[in-house]
């Protein structure tokens, strides 16, 4: 896994700024962030936006989700496309 991980393209810079359209596979939370909103697809509940995953995320957690929107009100993350 540590070698896929943007050998497919160029990983994407997550900061405060809403990130919307995207297609990670991988989401690397490199400082602790507090994500304000977040859409995952292909979840098995059907859920668009799970409010669960709205809270803080510790540095170096690695959200393995299909997620096509992001938005930190703090922190720092990178993001790995499909």
Known sequence: LKEQLGKKS???LISTSAVTS???YAV???TE???NAISV???ESGSANP???R???AA???LFLNITDITLTSGVAVGYSN
């Open 55 to 57: 809270t803080t995320i």
């Open 28 to 30: 690397h939370f490199v």
């Open 33 to 35: 962030s507090v994500i």
């Open 60 to 62: 170096g957690t690695v």
């Open 41 to 43: 697809s292909d979840l």
């Open 51 to 53: 409010a669960i995953l």
């Open 10 to 12: 160029k990983p994407f």
């Open 22 to 24: 995207q297609d990670f």
